[in-house]
């Protein structure tokens, strides 16, 4: 029996605990899941490929079902290439969905051997994204709670001043 591949797609700049909760229900699915970050040299990232790949290995604990790779070009080809049968995709509110399913749309018409999987993420990271975390970070907010424990501590390495969830402000170490 040949394994069951989904390729979870993003940037995920920086990592965080949405990301790895949509991560561990895919893995109820499937036999292995590849975080595959899409190389767009129109966005520009806080992180590093390497220190985003790092954050993946270094938050998934040791576990072999769970790979991350990076990618350039059509994802579907890319898809192909790693043998998935599904890409994984979460949502966490309507608006989310229109972009959405226009890309799982365009996917089907490139290659039909991909099916495309909307996972809802858990209702405590609705609002939890990326980009939600960088602002909260670059004002001097903690995302304790919304990142696995290795990605506050390399935040807090960049950032080295971060509130405290209590309002204070200290210099952080890791």
């Keep these: ?35 595959a970050l899409g190389m767009n040299p129109e966005k520009e990232t806080l992180f590093s490929l390497e220190e985003r790949m790092d954050m993946i290995k270094n938050s998934v604990n040791g576990d072999q079902r769970i790979q991350s790779d990076c990618f350039e070009g059509l994802l579907v080809r890319y898809a192909e290439k790693k043998k998935a049968c599904a890409i994984i995709r979460g949502l966490r509110a309507v608006s989310d969905f229109e972009y959405e399913f226009q ?15 909307f996972l809802m993420t858990a209702h405590r990271y609705l609002y939890v994204s990326s980009r ?39 210099k952080c170490r890791s």
Excluded at 11 to 33: S, V, Y
Excluded at 144 to 159: A, H, M, S, W
């Design 132 to 170: 939600i975390i960088k602002a909260t970070v670059y004002a001097g907010g903690s995302p304790e709670g919304l990142v696995p424990d290795y990605v506050l501590n390399v935040l807090r390495n960049k950032f080295p001043m971060i509130k405290t969830p209590h309002g204070t402000t200290r």
């Design 103 to 117: 890309l799982a749309l365009m996917n089907r018409k490139l290659s039909r051997k991909i099916e495309t999987y």
């Design 1 to 35: 029996m040949s394994k069951r591949i989904a390729i979870y797609p993003g940037t995920f700049d920086p990592f965080h605990n949405g990301h790895l909760e949509i991560i561990r229900r895919a893995l109820g699915a499937f036999d292995q899941i590849v975080v």
